[in-house]
């Protein structure tokens, strides 16, 4: 089917700089949203950043200026380029897509998500 694959998560000290990469494969038609989600210890996921196929961009409060989604549709991988991290973004980020498939039949949008990648922002 479809598969979310990421990587880029780790270690950083306050102030400094990670990028997430997650690259989409499996029968994949056409990917209409991708993006990334975050959960921390004791908190609900929450949306971080998304970009729709057209461009548009969501991104949450919290993030706003610090980082930044793209999307290569060619390789139908999302980066989130992230900034100015702060302790308070420390949290497993998940990618998400919602994806056209035309496989198993019928053809349908699934919802997918990536295993996770841990983001540790030391003080």
């Known amino acids: 089917q479809v598969q979310l694959v990421e990587s880029g998560g780790g270690l950083v000290q306050a102030g400094g700089s990670l990028r997430l990469s997650c690259a989409a494969s499996?029968?994949?038609?056409?990917?209409?949203?991708m993006g990334w989600y975050r959960q921390a210890p004791g908190n609900q996921r929450e949306l971080v950043a998304a970009?729709?196929?057209?461009?548009?961009?969501t991104y949450a409060d919290s993030v706003k200026g610090r980082f930044a989604v793209s999307r290569d549709n060619a390789k139908n991988t999302t980066y989130l380029q992230m900034n100015s991290l702060k302790p308070e973004d420390t949290a497993v980020y998940y990618c998400?897509?919602?994806?056209?498939?035309?496989?198993?039949?019928?053809?349908?949008?699934?919802?997918?998500w990536g295993q996770g990648t841990l983001v540790t922002v030391s003080s």
């Open positions: 970009m729709a196929s057209g461009g548009s961009t």
């Open positions: 499996g029968t994949i038609v056409s990917i209409k949203s």
């Open positions: 998400h897509a919602r994806v056209w498939s035309d496989y198993p039949l019928p053809p349908r949008y699934l919802e997918v």
